[in-house]
């Protein structure tokens, strides 16, 4: 299984990216989708998730409203489009895969990308 995020990199606040994961390995439609952000010097954390019908998704308080999280089974990928980015969205962003229900705790991924940082210039 491996899963490739991409869509990271330099922006200025207010800008807008679109992340994207491409899962290969493993039945996409059977699987969750989840994003998570590691920020320097802190934890990784959750970020927004979507089931693997498409039609339900969770978001972190933080970023509701600004992000957007989706998927297109046709391509094997989902995508985390960001809006309105903040300095304190600079992170590295992690796409992960959930063979049950949305879920917001790490534990609950089975397969992780190597991640892609996004850089927020103020």
């Known amino acids: 299984v491996q899963l490739q995020a991409s869509g990271g990199g330099l922006v200025q606040a207010g800008g807008s990216l679109r992340l994207s994961c491409a899962a290969s390995g493993l039945t996409f439609s059977a699987y969750s989708m989840g994003w998570f952000r590691q920020a320097p010097g802190e934890e990784r954390k959750f970020v927004a998730a979507?089931?693997?019908?498409?039609?339900?998704?969770s978001y972190a308080d933080s970023v509701k409203g600004r992000f957007t999280i989706s998927r297109d089974t046709a391509k094997n990928t989902a995508y985390l489009q960001i809006n309105s980015l903040k300095p304190e969205d600079t992170a590295v962003y992690y796409c992960a895969a959930n063979r049950g229900l949305v879920s917001t705790k790490q534990s609950s991924y089975e397969y992780w990308g190597q991640g892609t940082e996004v850089t927020v210039s103020s």
């Open positions: 979507i089931s693997w019908s498409g039609g339900s998704w």
